[in-house]
């Protein structure tokens, strides 16, 4: 039976895999929108080739680009943020989130508001909203399949158990291309080393955050509202090759794994068969090649990003998605030459410090006022710094 399928951020690294998969099940899915913030050209071609019956691109000034390069296709184009936010909600079977940062909350909450299975990916959406984000899930019945390769594993190894049996769940991190560097070598880090990650192939913003780790900060903050064992529960360990994706010990001392290949389509492919598996192209695991796999503490010292994660979950309200805004402005300032690589977790950290945090988000709106006030104020910090 073909499924319908709507995907957000088409034009990027986890939306191309997620079409990827789609390509080698021809006549299994009908694409209903797929969307893009300005790369007009690429998202009209992509439209052009799945036969959707929508595209939008989120900056207005691109959709002029998008009418054209969509022109005598009868493809529906449309351009901003609302009709970013009317794609997502029209209905489909499943709903790929793939738009990068808090840009991607406000059609994630769209969809939800439909009802939908929601394959998410765009973790800032999540650590953004919290609690607005899971009870909007709850209220219209929606459903959450973690993208996240790590969320992904956890989600699988929690199968067909109980929350409550649960003693650890241990994020997996490769440490990303800086693990080894020292303190003085880390304030020289380029953008191009940061985004060169030896394991995995990302967008430059993820690639960025899984340099100085912040990635696996949001991700810890992903992990707290996905699977509600207590932030305490929750723990960190640095395991390079990126076999392992995460683990789930339970109370008789039993721990699941998920093994796989460092490449995005398996988790994709486990939201979109799930309940069920599809076939991928990658390569099976070849655990005698791969020969060892080791595990280190993360270094706190070196890579204060965790630390950060972990205090402003702990204080939840509105820290979370200060320490994400914060955290989007920096790494954009890093990714364009303006700031030094350590000093992304410092920006962090003085925001954070300073904010008089106000109370937590209620709603969207909340959350989205609170994302663009902290912007303004990273920005600041970084103009007079
Ligand atoms: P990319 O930068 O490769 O792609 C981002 C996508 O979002 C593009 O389609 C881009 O459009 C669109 N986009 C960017 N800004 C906006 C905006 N303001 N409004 C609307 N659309 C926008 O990112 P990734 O695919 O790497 O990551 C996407 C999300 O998935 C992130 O949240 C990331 O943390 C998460 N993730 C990614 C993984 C990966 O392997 N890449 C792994 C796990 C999670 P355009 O092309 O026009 O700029």
Request: aromatic content about 4%; hydrophobic content about 45%.
């Amino acid at each position: 039976m073909t499924r319908s399928i709507t995907i957000l951020g088409a034009t990027g690294s986890v939306g191309t895999s997620t079409l990827d998969l789609l390509r080698r099940e021809p006549g299994e899915w009908r694409v209903e929108a797929l969307t893009a913030n300005c790369s007009a050209k690429e998202l009209a071609a992509l439209a052009r080739e799945f036969d959707a019956r929508l595209a939008v691109v989120g900056d207005e000034e691109c959709l002029s680009e998008l009418r054209a390069a969509l022109e005598g296709s009868g493809i529906e184009a449309a351009g901003g943020q609302r009709a970013l936010c009317e794609a997502a909600a029209r209905p489909v079977d499943i709903t790929m989130a793939a738009i990068v940062g808090c840009a991607g909350l406000a059609p994630v909450m769209a969809a939800i508001e439909q009802g939908g299975t929601i394959a998410l990916a765009n973790k800032e959406a999540l650590v953004s909203a919290g609690e607005v984000m899971t009870t909007a899930v709850e209220k219209h019945g929606a459903t959450l399949l973690p993208v996240d390769s790590e969320h992904n594993a956890i989600f699988q190894c929690l199968h067909g158990n109980d929350v409550a049996e649960v003693r650890w769940i241990t994020l997996t991190a490769s440490g990303g291309p800086l693990r080894t560097c020292s303190a003085e070598e880390l304030a020289r880090v380029t953008p191009e080393q940061a985004v060169a990650h030896p394991n995995w192939s990302m967008g430059a913003k993820i690639s960025v955050d899984s340099a100085t780790m912040m990635n696996k900060g949001l991700e810890l903050i992903e992990a707290h509202h996905l699977f509600p064992v207590g932030l305490d529960r929750i723990r960190i360990v640095i395991h390079p090759q990126s076999v392992i994706h995460s683990m789930v010990e339970y109370r008789d001392g039993s721990t699941l794994a998920q093994l796989g290949p460092p490449d995005m389509r398996v988790p994709i492919a486990s939201c979109l068969a799930w309940p069920r598996r599809m076939e991928t192209p990658c390569a099976p695991l070849d655990l005698p090649a791969i020969g060892e796999l080791s595990f280190f503490a993360p270094d706190e010292v070196r890579f204060p990003a965790t630390r950060l994660a972990r205090e402003a979950a702990e204080a939840g309200g509105a820290a979370p998605a200060v320490l994400n805004a914060a955290n989007e402005i920096a790494v954009a300032a890093f990714l364009k030459g303006h700031l030094p690589f350590t000093r992304i977790a410092l920006v962090v950290e003085t925001v954070l410090n300073e904010s008089n945090l106000p109370p937590a988000p209620e709603n969207l709106e909340d959350v989205l006022a609170l994302d663009a006030a902290t912007r303004r104020r990273a920005a600041a910090l970084l103009e007079t710094t």
